[in-house]
């Protein structure tokens, strides 16, 4: 049975920060592409940031760049995204994705998260 579940969400002001994880389990996890995906009410969802199977590539949308680091400790079967200088547009329900096959393509993916809350406010 696998399992992939976020945590780490919450209520933060502008310029605060948060870390999310997301652990799985029921999978060989170094075998995946790992991803963070967002989306905001009535707003497309979007990738927010991927990382392949060992963590030497990263990804990220061009409104994380620098503020944002993703990583993971396959040891732990555990991502991580680290959240910096949050802003109110980062606003919104960020999903974990597991991807056999595929990278930063939400068609790819094999397994979502049930999705994590992040609001941010002004």
């Known amino acids: 049975q696998v399992q992939v579940v976020e945590s780490g969400g919450g209520l933060v002001q502008a310029g605060g920060s948060l870390r999310l994880s997301c652990t799985a389990s029921?999978?060989?996890?170094?075998?995946?592409?790992m991803g963070w995906f967002r989306q905001a009410p009535g707003k497309e969802r979007e990738g927010v940031s991927c990382i392949s199977r060992g963590g030497s590539r990263t990804y990220y949308a061009d409104s994380v760049k620098g503020r944002f680091t993703i990583s993971r400790d396959n040891a732990k079967n555990t991502l991580y995204l680290q959240m910096n200088s949050l802003k109110p547009e980062d606003t919104a329900m960020y999903y974990c994705a597991a991807a056999r096959y595929g990278y930063c393509s939400d068609k790819s993916v094999d397994y979502w998260g049930q999705g994590t809350q992040v609001t941010v406010s002004s």
């Open positions: 029921g999978l060989t996890f170094d075998d995946y592409f």
